[in-house]
């Protein structure tokens, strides 16, 4: 019955009859539906587990307490209803469904389950599978014992207890939950599973564990094991984050070139034309493109049982929409359609047009874009508003076409499925989720945390430089105005932009300070410092600070100008020496300081004379010796360069420099305090404060690259106007920001190290860790003095403050005192620049490590820091105060570290005495009593104390390498570990430290190309200081001490600085300047409630880009309450079909979205967030398959029924389905490798060196890999879990050894890169890789180990046939008998689809029936079907072959190919020398379509002359197809010159001396030159190694190896070894047919096989005809 619709709601209407006409129209039209899933290759994770991650990832502490819950209270596991009562900002609720539903932490749970599985192997075999059980490791042990049930594991908690070391064999992850901290010395791993059937067993465990008591010599760490094999233990994870795509194959989806001048005036492109011009103009923009021309109809209309004259006259409010609705059931009838180019020009504006109309924007992109072969016809026909038109030019003025780019939260989002999909944007927007439920958990309103971590006002980056500025530093050897050979350089900085081009302007001023310390004993240093002064003339000012070797704080002498009198039970104070005990260090500083002072000349000639003197000596040291003969050589030079006075006099002025060295004023005292002041390390140099360390300034040049660099910076600014003429260099540099001192914990990237310790990858990142507010916000904190007092209780706005927390572990660390109350005291920083600053001080001392003294000294801090003034008094009484404990604690760290000095067995009672002398000196009188009582009344730690304490232990989490004796330093949750020993801190550091964590308060300083771009007053129109933001919050009933500002700005430290990717505010700044009718805002859907994230975009509707980009768009847009704003930026003219392919963005939404729907309310909500890719088509192209995952997964087909790379409608069937899955079976992890030279700089790139990785506890390796030369990249692949690399046995591990071992941890979709740097061994060269194997090398036993031997056959994971020896016997052979003594052949082919696996099998049959030489055929896995993979093995062992499936993933530097044909091409090319065992010394490449009639050892045995490989040339003995013979012609005819054009159908390889010439790295190089122009290399396979036979010569094999109807002559056929099936250009007949007509024999064997086929068990292969003629990417695509 024909629907018209009564009184009914108009929004229901149209739901109602779209979901029926989408139905009645697909049934008329023959539909088909394509549902594709990609599962895990481990077991399912239980949601529970997911769960409990998530709660660990913001609260580890809680997470261990909820488990423990869980356990008490003896209940199932719930799938996530636990979890969300423990969230208090629903953002983060929503994101934990999320996360679950997309199985986000199940690499993460399965590496630990591969722990378990390990330890159970080695340990726990008496436990019953699938139960929980636990590893106890005692100190008192060697090895661990395994308990199996609970009331074991409680006796073994009471019979054993504290103490010993740690035991040695355990190893602890960084993954690994605590549920119970302890010492260290006794832990306990509890495995289980959180699944329904595995929880009851664990629950026994952690029962036991809630009991213990606290504080507990236990440590109890928790992993996730396997559960029952039952229904909930098999199966595995529904994954998502994927794309899907049905490609249309290109030979049938192709505009028609019929776009003349008559079309473009004929009667359709004229009534286009009217239709797209609009009504009569009069509504602009945005309203215009809400408007339709609705035409009244004539009769009745039907459509699809639709009755669309009485839906326009009962509906007149959605008239417009009912009408263009009609329209596209019209064309839909006809999605095939294949429209003509004038027909297609607009689509881009159309597509626009019809988004921007929606009503849901967001959907409509995803549906347009994703299924845009079904939409083109009907869009074609649409009007286009003339505000598109008429602003189109405008919006080409500020961007070009093709421009796409995103801002995700401030931050960058490549245009790229792999940033993109949902793993790499949930990687993005993890921390600012654990960030929201942190701040909401501390009593910050939801709706303002989402605003402070989504507000980036700074660049993220610290300052670079150091403040080089000091009263300390002495005065230059090297002064530039002094110099009389620049007297005619330049005398203003506009004399920067006249020098030679790449050299250093002739400026006679001192733009560059240049800075070298070093140990002037260290012959080395010296030298290079006499080399700096040859360097001169320069624009600069040189200054050498010596200084003689240090020894930490340890030598630490009483000062009775600051403390005081010396207490009489100290030591004597110790004999004066020289600082550091180096006499040669001091004397030549000494003598230096003395030279320099009487002129610049005096010091150089005396530098330049200590390194004349060195260099006479018949045997240099690399050190001054400490000797008399050496300190009186320093003294011979010093005289010959003071040349005054006789030899008497010098004497006595020899010992009065000497005797003066440490005396305050002195060089040598100065140099010590610029040094220490700054954190210098010993030797560094600065340029303009640039820190450099020896492995970056040492390299030839360095210091002049360094200059060069300044002076680019210069030239820039003088160019643009920021610096005048007679401007201040120096001030330039500081004004971009410096640091008042370094510490590598402090700025990591700071220094430039050069060599490979200056790599990226191998420098330190900020860690950040939070305090239990609870007890966090009970601490007492001092204030710095710029405070006028803190007289309420309340956040304040308007200051950025700084709250650190000092915990103290040992006696020697009491030095930290000194430093943080110096800082507070007199913080250095200058009133009125910037916003206000304030710091906040509290410690806490850690007496349980048993250290004598410890406990005293905590008391005494405890004390000082309650000490409060009267109550009532005002705030400059509460400043006395403060003032008068941070005195008092300043004397205890002055005082304390000299008395250990003198004293390193310091009693408990002189620490008190100690104390009290800091009271009595610092503290008035009237408060005194209260003070020493306060004292003496704290004589443990108060709660809140002991439970900080057990945190800080905490922030190790897996860091064994930590010894829990560190001095701990966090400021507003920035955490440095200060080792005993290390470089100390000063009061300078933590100035430094403090800029550091303001860097994301202070706006960046906008550049003079944004000042041109940017609008007045829109930037940072809302930007709030933190202060503001908290004070705001309290405004609306918020109320938070002020303390609980340490808190939030380590929260947002903490997700700002681990974002993923940098700071990116573009779009933003783009949105407003396009014209309206491209933009497209869309509002949180529900305003008042937080948003909690912001999406600016540019991106072109109807690109491949967009298909992906929409389902992120969509899902954070609807679901997450997100803010979006577009920038539509479509082709204006179109030529040919922009998007080709339906697709299919695989997410599996929360149930509900942001503004209270569900996800089945939503139009097509079950398909758009199933978790499956689900397509309803109706099209009659054949379509080709393809998963578009993350580069980090190895994904291949499992199952399929139809051929995926040939899908058809009238195969599959009208309404029936074709169901295929996908197994993510490894994960990659991608790397590089280089060899380091002596001095630790990478010489080269580890070519050829052949490394494998182990799972820990594993006793075989898993993976091997072989290093490209091209970056030193590899790749190596796994299961998620820990692993160890190692060089593999034989030439590498001969020639090379490990310089650095990490271990390699798999625990992520997304793996980090890996770094492995090797050295070569004494007497070792690298060719000697590449030399004869000698003892090392094995007999090819089948499959090679690791990557080529553990290769599993499809079957159930079963070790493949290829194990098996060669010469075994084989049943039913119809050849004779094998030779055992023969060489084994190697055969590589490729093949993809149904068609060409049956072509493959044919062509195995072949060469197996010629040759009597042992075969090893090797097959590319990604490309392969289900079928074919069940098939071979089969076929294997019926015909007595070896074969191995082997894959490469195309490694993330080299271009990408899309198109599945062209990627196959590639693989047969481009990683010959990575994708088989060095074991393999040659290759023959076969195509599958090929007919083998000769023995295939002659081909193998052929001598290629030292040529890496051979083609056969092309044939050129059939006249008919002269025409097509494009090497011929044109540019191939030129650039070949007379060497041949060779056919790639066929082709042997010398592996070994391919990868000895490096030929592999050369053709990727080529290639990755030549695809940066797509129209290139359009037969990639064959056009990249015969464009580069000039590099890399090809030997021409005879012509008979390759014989071809197309290319040759029916004459030369009776010679011919091979036959291949090439495509006729001129019949493009097809392949089984013209198989069965040119190749006699073809039919028998392709019986033979297919008898076969249905023998073993599998469905015979059936290609249709159209299977069998291949799509052609372009006419001169001969041989495939």
Request: glycine share 8%; hydrophobic share 40%.
């Given at each position: 019955?024909?629907?018209?619709?009564?009184?009914?709601?108009?929004?229901l209407?149209?739901s109602?009859?779209?979901?029926?006409?989408?139905?009645?129209?697909?049934?008329?039209?023959g539909t088909?539906?394509?549902?594709a899933?990609?599962?895990s290759?481990w077991?399912?994770?239980?949601s529970?587990a997911?769960?409990?991650e998530?709660?660990?990832?913001?609260?580890?502490?809680q997470?261990g307490e909820?488990?423990?819950e869980?356990?008490?209270k003896?209940?199932s596991?719930?799938?996530?209803a636990?979890?969300?009562?423990?969230?208090i900002?629903?953002s983060?609720?929503?994101?934990?469904?999320?996360?679950?539903?997309?199985?986000?932490y199940?690499?993460?749970?399965?590496?630990?389950?591969?722990?378990?599985r390990?330890?159970?192997?080695?340990?726990?075999?008496?436990?019953?599978?699938?139960?929980?059980?636990a590893?106890?490791w005692?100190?008192?042990?060697?090895?661990?014992?395994?308990?199996?049930?609970a009331?074991?594991?409680?006796?073994?908690?009471?019979?054993?207890?504290?103490?010993?070391?740690?035991p040695a064999?355990f190893?602890?992850?960084?993954l690994?939950?605590?549920?119970?901290q302890?010492?260290?010395t006794?832990?306990?791993?509890?495995?289980?599973?959180?699944s329904t059937?595995?929880?009851?067993?664990?629950?026994?465990?952690?029962?036991?564990?809630a009991v213990?008591?606290?504080?507990?010599?236990?440590?109890?760490?928790?992993?996730h094991a396997?559960?029952f094999?039952g229904?909930?233990?098999?199966?595995e994870?529904?994954?998502?984050g994927?794309?899907?795509?049905?490609?249309?194959?290109?030979?049938?989806?192709?505009?028609?070139a019929e776009?003349?001048?008559?079309?473009?005036?004929?009667?359709?492109e004229?009534?286009?034309r009217?239709?797209n011009t609009?009504?009569?103009g009069?509504?602009?923009g945005?309203?215009?493109?809400?408007q339709?021309?609705?035409q009244?109809?004539e009769?009745q209309?039907e459509?699809?049982?639709?009755?669309?004259?009485?839906?326009?006259?009962r509906?007149?409010?959605?008239?417009?929409?009912?009408?263009a609705?009609?329209?596209?059931?019209?064309?839909?009838?006809?999605t095939?359609?294949i429209?003509?180019?004038?027909e297609?020009?607009?689509i881009?504006?159309?597509?626009?047009?019809k988004i921007k109309?929606s009503?849901?924007?967001?959907?409509?992109?995803?549906?347009?874009?994703q299924?845009?072969?079904?939409?083109?016809?009907?869009?074609?026909?649409s009007?286009?508003?003339?505000?598109l038109?008429?602003q189109s030019?405008?919006?080409?003025?500020?961007m070009?076409?093709g421009?796409?780019?995103?801002?995700?939260n401030?931050?960058?989002v490549?245009?790229d499925?792999s940033?993109?999909?949902?793993?790499p944007?949930?990687?993005?927007?993890?921390p600012f989720?654990?960030?929201v439920?942190?701040?909401?958990?501390i009593?910050v309103?939801?709706a303002?945390?989402?605003?402070?971590?989504k507000?980036?006002k700074?660049?993220?980056?610290g300052?670079?430089?150091?403040?080089?500025?000091?009263?300390?530093l002495?005065m230059?050897?090297?002064?530039?105005?002094?110099?009389?050979?620049t007297?005619?350089?330049?005398?203003?900085?506009?004399s920067?932009?006249?020098?030679?081009?790449g050299?250093l302007?002739p400026?006679?001023?001192?733009l560059y300070k240049?800075?070298?310390?070093?140990?002037p004993?260290e012959?080395?240093?010296?030298?290079?410092a006499?080399s700096?002064l040859?360097?001169m003339?320069?624009?600069a000012?040189?200054?050498?600070?010596?200084?003689?070797?240090?020894?930490?704080?340890?030598?630490i002498?009483?000062n009775?100008?600051?403390?005081?009198?010396?207490?009489?039970?100290?030591?004597?104070?110790?004999?004066?020496?020289?600082p550091?005990?180096?006499?040669?260090?001091?004397?030549?500083?000494a003598a230096?300081?003395?030279?320099?002072?009487?002129?610049r000349?005096?010091?150089?000639?005396?530098?330049?004379?200590l390194?004349?003197w060195?260099?006479?000596r018949s045997?240099?040291?690399?050190?001054?010796?400490?000797?008399k003969?050496?300190?009186?050589?320093?003294?011979?030079?010093?005289?010959?360069?003071?040349h005054?006075?006789t030899?008497?006099?010098?004497?006595?002025?020899w010992?009065?420099v000497?005797?003066n060295?440490s005396?305050?004023?002195s060089?040598?005292e100065?140099?010590t305090s610029y040094?220490?002041?700054?954190?210098?390390p010993?030797?560094?140099?600065?340029?303009?404060?640039?820190?450099?360390?020896?492995g970056?300034?040492?390299?030839?040049h360095a210091?002049?690259?360094s200059?060069?660099?300044?002076?680019?910076?210069?030239?820039?600014a003088?160019?643009?106007g920021?610096?005048?003429e007679?401007?201040?260099a120096?001030?330039?540099?500081?004004?971009?920001g410096?640091?008042?001192?370094?510490?590598?914990?402090?700025?990591?990237?700071?220094?430039e190290r050069g060599?490979?310790?200056?790599m990226?990858?191998?420098s330190k990142?900020a860690d950040?860790?939070?305090?239990?507010s609870?007890?966090f916000l009970?601490?007492?904190?001092?204030d710095?003095?710029?405070?006028?007092?803190?007289e309420?209780n309340a956040?304040h706005?308007?200051e950025?403050?700084?709250?650190h927390?000092?915990?103290?572990?040992?006696?020697?660390?009491?030095?930290?005192?000194?430093?943080?109350a110096s800082?507070?005291?007199s913080p250095?920083?200058?009133?009125?620049?910037?916003?206000?600053?304030?710091?906040?001080?509290?410690?806490?001392?850690?007496?349980s490590?048993g250290?004598?003294g410890?406990v005293?000294?905590?008391?005494?801090?405890?004390?000082?820091?309650r000490l409060?003034?009267e109550?009532?008094?005002?705030?400059?009484?509460?400043?006395?105060?403060?003032?008068?404990?941070?005195?008092?604690?300043k004397?205890?760290?002055?005082a304390?570290?000299?008395?250990?000095?003198?004293?390193?067995d310091?009693?408990?009672?002189?620490?008190?005495?100690?104390?009290?002398?800091?009271?009595?000196?610092k503290?008035e009188?009237?408060?005194?009593p209260?003070?020493?009582?306060?004292?003496?009344?704290?004589?443990?730690?108060?709660?809140?104390?002991?439970h900080?304490?057990?945190?800080?232990?905490?922030m190790r989490?897996?860091?064994w390498?930590?010894?829990g004796?560190?001095a701990?330093?966090v400021?507003?949750?920035?955490?440095i570990y200060?080792?005993?020993?290390?470089?100390?801190i000063?009061?300078?550091?933590?100035?430094?430290?403090e800029l550091?964590?303001?860097q994301?308060?202070?706006?960046?300083?906008a550049?003079?190309?944004?000042?041109?771009?940017?609008e007045?007053?829109?930037?940072?129109?809302?930007?709030?200081?933190?202060?503001?933001?908290?004070?705001?919050?309290?405004?609306?009933g918020?109320?938070?001490?002020?303390?609980?500002?340490?808190?939030?700005a380590?929260?947002?430290?903490?997700?700002?600085?681990?974002?993923?990717n940098?700071?990116f505010?573009?779009?933003?700044?783009?949105?407003?300047?396009?014209p309206?009718a491209?933009?497209?805002?869309?509002p949180p859907a529900?305003?008042?409630?937080?948003?909690?994230?912001?999406?600016y975009?540019?991106?072109?509707p109807?690109s491949?880009?967009?298909?992906?980009a929409?389902?992120?768009?969509?899902?954070?847009g609807?679901?997450?309450?997100?803010?979006?704003?577009?920038?539509?930026?479509?082709?204006?003219r179109?030529?040919?079909?922009?998007?080709?392919?339906?697709?299919?963005?695989?997410v599996?939404?929360?149930e509900?979205l942001a503004?209270?729907?569900?996800?089945?309310?939503?139009e097509?909500?079950a398909?758009?967030?199933?978790?499956?890719?689900?397509?309803t088509l109706a099209t009659?192209?054949?379509?080709t398959?393809?998963v578009?995952?993350?580069?980090t997964?190895?994904?291949?087909?499992?199952?399929?029924?139809?051929?995926?790379?040939?899908l058809?409608a009238?195969?599959?069937g009208?309404?029936?389905?074709?169901?295929t899955?996908?197994?993510?079976r490894?994960?990659?992890?991608?790397?590089?490798?280089?060899v380091l030279?002596?001095?630790?700089?990478p010489?080269?790139t580890?070519?050829?060196?052949q490394?494998?990785?182990t799972?820990?506890?594993a006793l075989?390796?898993?993976d091997?890999?072989i290093v490209?030369?091209?970056?030193?990249?590899?790749?190596?692949k796994?299961?998620p879990g820990?692993?160890?690399?190692?060089?593999?046995?034989?030439p590498?591990?001969?020639?090379?050894?490990?310089?650095?071992?990490?271990?390699?941890?798999?625990?992520?979709y997304?793996?980090?890169?890996?770094?492995l740097?090797?050295?070569?061994?004494?007497?070792?060269a690298?060719d000697?890789?590449?030399?004869?194997?000698?003892?090392?090398?094995?007999?090819?036993?089948?499959a090679?180990?690791?990557?080529f031997?553990a290769?599993?056959?499809?079957l159930?994971?079963?070790d493949?046939?290829t194990?098996?020896?060669p010469?075994?016997?084989?049943?039913?052979?119809?050849?004779s008998?094998?030779?055992?003594?023969?060489?084994?052949?190697?055969?590589?082919?490729?093949?993809?689809g149904?068609?060409?696996?049956?072509l493959?099998g044919?062509m195995?049959?072949?060469?197996?029936?010629?040759?009597?030489?042992?075969?090893?055929?090797?097959f590319i896995d990604?490309?392969?079907?289900?079928?074919?993979?069940a098939?071979i093995p089969?076929?294997s062992e019926?015909?007595?072959?070896?074969?191995d499936?082997?894959?490469?993933?195309?490694?993330s530097?080299l271009n990408?190919?899309s198109?599945?044909q062209?990627?196959i091409w590639?693989?047969?090319?481009?990683?010959?020398?990575?994708?088989?065992?060095?074991?393999?010394?040659k290759i023959i490449?076969i195509?599958?379509?090929?007919?083998?009639?000769?023995d295939?050892?002659?081909l193998?045995?052929?001598?290629?002359k030292g040529?890496v490989y051979g083609?056969?040339?092309?044939?050129?003995?059939?006249p008919a197809t002269?025409?097509?013979?494009?090497?011929?012609?044109?540019y191939?005819k030129?650039h070949?010159?007379?060497?041949p054009?060779?056919?790639s159908?066929l082709?042997?390889?010398?592996l070994?001396e391919?990868?000895r010439?490096?030929t592999?790295?050369?053709?990727?190089?080529?290639y990755?030159?030549?695809?940066r122009?797509p129209?290139?290399?359009?037969?990639?396979?064959?056009?990249?190694?015969?464009?580069?036979q000039?590099?890399?010569?090809i030997?021409?094999?005879?012509p008979e190896w390759?014989?071809?109807?197309?290319?040759?002559?029916?004459e030369?056929?009776a010679?011919?070894?091979?036959?291949?099936?090439?495509?006729?250009?001129?019949?493009?007949?097809p392949?089984?047919?013209?198989?069965?007509?040119?190749?006699?024999?073809?039919?028998?064997?392709?019986?033979?096989?297919?008898?076969?086929?249905?023998?073993?068990?599998?469905?015979v292969?059936?290609?249709?005809n159209?299977l069998?003629?291949?799509?052609?990417?372009s006419?001169?695509?001969?041989?495939l």
């Amino acid at each position: 019955m024909p629907l018209a619709g009564n009184a009914v709601p108009s929004w229901l209407l149209l739901s109602v009859f779209s979901a029926l006409a989408s139905f009645a129209a697909a049934a008329s039209k023959g539909t088909f539906d394509v549902r594709a899933k990609l599962v895990s290759g481990w077991p399912r994770t239980p949601s529970a587990a997911q769960s409990l991650e998530f709660i660990r990832d913001i609260d580890d502490a809680q997470a261990g307490e909820w488990l423990l819950e869980l356990a008490s209270k003896q209940t199932s596991v719930d799938e996530l209803a636990p979890a969300k009562t423990l969230l208090i900002s629903s953002s983060a609720a929503t994101y934990q469904e999320l996360l679950v539903r997309n199985s986000y932490y199940s690499p993460r749970i399965e590496c630990l389950r591969s722990l378990e599985r390990t330890d159970r192997q080695l340990y726990g075999k008496s436990c019953p599978a699938g139960t929980a059980w636990a590893l106890v490791w005692q100190s008192s042990s060697a090895s661990p014992l395994a308990v199996c049930d609970a009331a074991t594991l409680a006796k073994v908690f009471k019979e054993h207890s504290a103490g010993g070391k740690s035991p040695a064999g355990f190893v602890g992850s960084q993954l690994d939950l605590r549920l119970q901290q302890g010492a260290g010395t006794n832990i306990v791993i509890v495995y289980g599973a959180m699944s329904t059937s595995g929880f009851p067993s664990l629950s026994t465990f952690l029962r036991e564990v809630a009991v213990l008591q606290k504080p507990s010599p236990w440590e109890v760490i928790f992993r996730h094991a396997d559960g029952f094999a039952g229904s909930e233990g098999l199966g595995e994870d529904l994954l998502t984050g994927y794309g899907f795509e049905l490609a249309i194959k290109s030979s049938e989806y192709k505009t028609h070139a019929e776009e003349k001048k008559e079309e473009a005036t004929s009667e359709g492109e004229a009534n286009r034309r009217s239709s797209n011009t609009g009504s009569d103009g009069s509504t602009e923009g945005d309203l215009e493109l809400k408007q339709a021309s609705v035409q009244e109809l004539e009769g009745q209309l039907e459509i699809d049982g639709l009755l669309f004259h009485v839906l326009l006259n009962r509906h007149p409010t959605v008239r417009a929409r009912v009408w263009a609705f009609k329209e596209q059931l019209e064309v839909e009838r006809d999605t095939d359609q294949i429209l003509k180019a004038w027909e297609i020009k607009d689509i881009g504006l159309q597509a626009t047009a019809k988004i921007k109309a929606s009503p849901n924007p967001l959907l409509a992109l995803m549906q347009l874009s994703q299924n845009f072969p079904s939409h083109v016809v009907g869009l074609s026909r649409s009007s286009i508003p003339d505000a598109l038109r008429t602003q189109s030019d405008q919006l080409r003025r500020i961007m070009r076409h093709g421009t796409e780019v995103f801002s995700l939260n401030g931050r960058l989002v490549r245009p790229d499925h792999s940033d993109l999909s949902l793993f790499p944007l949930m990687q993005t927007l993890h921390p600012f989720f654990l960030g929201v439920e942190r701040l909401a958990r501390i009593g910050v309103s939801e709706a303002v945390a989402c605003d402070i971590l989504k507000e980036i006002k700074g660049s993220g980056q610290g300052a670079s430089r150091l403040d080089w500025r000091s009263p300390h530093l002495a005065m230059p050897i090297y002064a530039v105005l002094k110099d009389k050979e620049t007297q005619r350089w330049g005398a203003n900085l506009r004399s920067l932009l006249f020098g030679f081009p790449g050299g250093l302007s002739p400026v006679r001023l001192p733009l560059y300070k240049i800075i070298f310390v070093f140990d002037p004993a260290e012959v080395e240093d010296l030298n290079f410092a006499a080399s700096l002064l040859g360097q001169m003339p320069l624009p600069a000012n040189l200054h050498l600070v010596m200084l003689p070797p240090t020894s930490g704080t340890g030598n630490i002498q009483w000062n009775e100008d600051v403390l005081g009198e010396q207490p009489s039970w100290l030591a004597a104070p110790a004999s004066k020496g020289s600082p550091g005990g180096s006499t040669a260090s001091t004397a030549i500083a000494a003598a230096f300081g003395h030279a320099l002072a009487k002129g610049r000349r005096r010091g150089q000639e005396f530098v330049n004379g200590l390194v004349k003197w060195m260099q006479e000596r018949s045997q240099a040291p690399s050190r001054w010796q400490d000797t008399k003969e050496y300190v009186e050589g320093i003294k011979s030079v010093w005289a010959a360069v003071m040349h005054k006075g006789t030899a008497g006099d010098m004497d006595q002025l020899w010992e009065e420099v000497l005797e003066n060295a440490s005396k305050p004023g002195s060089y040598l005292e100065n140099a010590t305090s610029y040094a220490a002041s700054l954190g210098t390390p010993v030797p560094c140099m600065l340029v303009n404060g640039k820190l450099m360390m020896k492995g970056a300034y040492d390299g030839q040049h360095a210091l002049l690259q360094s200059v060069a660099e300044d002076q680019q910076r210069l030239q820039q600014a003088v160019y643009t106007g920021q610096l005048q003429e007679d401007g201040d260099a120096e001030a330039y540099f500081l004004s971009g920001g410096v640091l008042s001192a370094y510490h590598p914990d402090i700025a990591p990237d700071m220094a430039e190290r050069g060599g490979e310790a200056g790599m990226k990858t191998q420098s330190k990142s900020a860690d950040y860790d939070l305090w239990p507010s609870d007890f966090f916000l009970k601490l007492p904190f001092l204030d710095s003095l710029e405070m006028v007092g803190v007289e309420t209780n309340a956040v304040h706005g308007g200051e950025i403050r700084f709250f650190h927390v000092v915990v103290l572990r040992r006696l020697c660390q009491t030095y930290l005192l000194q430093t943080f109350a110096s800082h507070l005291l007199s913080p250095g920083r200058k009133a009125g620049e910037g916003p206000a600053l304030s710091s906040h001080w509290a410690v806490l001392v850690d007496g349980s490590k048993g250290e004598t003294g410890l406990v005293e000294l905590g008391n005494c801090v405890r004390g000082l820091m309650r000490l409060e003034a009267e109550a009532g008094a005002d705030n400059d009484e509460k400043r006395n105060v403060n003032r008068q404990k941070l005195a008092a604690l300043k004397f205890i760290g002055l005082a304390l570290p000299a008395a250990l000095s003198a004293k390193p067995d310091l009693s408990s009672s002189r620490v008190q005495d100690l104390c009290r002398l800091a009271i009595d000196k610092k503290i008035e009188v009237s408060l005194k009593p209260r003070a020493q009582t306060l004292v003496a009344d704290a004589v443990s730690a108060t709660g809140y104390e002991a439970h900080l304490l057990a945190h800080a232990t905490r922030m190790r989490k897996g860091d064994w390498s930590r010894t829990g004796q560190e001095a701990l330093w966090v400021c507003n949750g920035r955490r440095i570990y200060l080792e005993d020993g290390g470089q100390p801190i000063s009061a300078r550091h933590v100035l430094a430290l403090e800029l550091m964590e303001a860097q994301y308060d202070f706006a960046e300083p906008a550049s003079a190309e944004d000042d041109e771009q940017q609008e007045p007053a829109q930037e940072h129109a809302e930007s709030k200081a933190l202060s503001d933001w908290l004070a705001g919050d309290a405004g609306k009933g918020a109320t938070l001490p002020i303390s609980a500002y340490g808190l939030v700005a380590a929260i947002r430290s903490a997700v700002l600085s681990h974002g993923k990717n940098e700071r990116f505010t573009q779009p933003a700044k783009i949105f407003d300047m396009v014209p309206s009718a491209f933009r497209l805002h869309l509002p949180p859907a529900l305003p008042q409630v937080a948003s909690p994230i912001t999406i600016y975009g540019i991106l072109d509707p109807l690109s491949e880009v967009s298909q992906s980009a929409s389902a992120a768009l969509a899902l954070f847009g609807m679901v997450f309450n997100a803010e979006v704003k577009l920038v539509l930026n479509p082709p204006m003219r179109v030529t040919e079909y922009p998007l080709k392919r339906y697709y299919r963005e695989v997410v599996h939404w929360p149930e509900r979205l942001a503004d209270g729907r569900t996800l089945a309310e939503l139009e097509d909500g079950a398909s758009v967030g199933s978790g499956r890719a689900e397509m309803t088509l109706a099209t009659q192209h054949t379509l080709t398959a393809a998963v578009h995952a993350l580069p980090t997964w190895l994904v291949a087909s499992r199952e399929a029924i139809h051929d995926m790379d040939n899908l058809r409608a009238k195969d599959i069937g009208q309404g029936k389905a074709c169901e295929t899955t996908y197994v993510l079976r490894q994960l990659y992890v991608e790397g590089q490798a280089l060899v380091l030279g002596d001095e630790g700089w990478p010489i080269a790139t580890a070519k050829g060196v052949q490394f494998e990785i182990t799972g820990k506890g594993a006793l075989q390796a898993s993976d091997d890999t072989i290093v490209m030369g091209n970056l030193g990249y590899f790749q190596v692949k796994g299961d998620p879990g820990l692993y160890k690399a190692s060089l593999k046995s034989g030439p590498s591990n001969d020639t090379f050894e490990l310089a650095t071992v990490q271990d390699l941890e798999v625990s992520s979709y997304i793996t980090p890169p890996h770094q492995l740097r090797v050295l070569l061994r004494e007497g070792k060269a690298h060719d000697d890789l590449f030399g004869p194997e000698g003892s090392h090398r094995k007999k090819n036993k089948g499959a090679a180990g690791g990557l080529f031997g553990a290769l599993k056959s499809m079957l159930g994971g079963e070790d493949a046939v290829t194990d098996r020896e060669p010469e075994a016997p084989v049943p039913q052979m119809e050849v004779s008998s094998l030779s055992s003594g023969h060489e084994t052949i190697h055969i590589f082919s490729v093949a993809s689809g149904h068609l060409y696996e049956k072509l493959l099998g044919i062509m195995i049959l072949s060469v197996r029936n010629n040759t009597q030489n042992p075969l090893h055929f090797w097959f590319i896995d990604q490309f392969l079907s289900p079928h074919f993979k069940a098939f071979i093995p089969k076929l294997s062992e019926r015909y007595n072959f070896k074969y191995d499936f082997v894959t490469y993933k195309w490694p993330s530097w080299l271009n990408p190919q899309s198109e599945k044909q062209r990627l196959i091409w590639a693989y047969k090319i481009l990683f010959l020398d990575v994708l088989f065992p060095q074991g393999v010394p040659k290759i023959i490449f076969i195509d599958a379509d090929q007919v083998v009639r000769a023995d295939v050892r002659e081909l193998w045995d052929i001598d290629l002359k030292g040529n890496v490989y051979g083609f056969t040339p092309m044939g050129d003995t059939n006249p008919a197809t002269e025409g097509f013979r494009f090497w011929k012609q044109g540019y191939w005819k030129g650039h070949l010159g007379e060497k041949p054009y060779h056919i790639s159908a066929l082709f042997v390889v010398d592996l070994k001396e391919l990868r000895r010439t490096s030929t592999g790295e050369t053709l990727r190089g080529v290639y990755n030159q030549l695809s940066r122009d797509p129209n290139s290399l359009a037969n990639l396979d064959q056009d990249l190694p015969n464009f580069a036979q000039h590099q890399v010569p090809i030997y021409s094999l005879p012509p008979e190896w390759l014989w071809c109807e197309t290319w040759c002559s029916q004459e030369t056929k009776a010679a011919a070894k091979t036959i291949d099936l090439c495509q006729n250009p001129l019949t493009k007949e097809p392949k089984i047919v013209m198989a069965r007509r040119i190749i006699s024999e073809w039919q028998s064997y392709h019986d033979e096989v297919e008898h076969f086929r249905v023998e073993a068990g599998l469905a015979v292969m059936e290609p249709s005809n159209s299977l069998a003629s291949k799509p052609e990417q372009s006419m001169g695509k001969p041989e495939l």
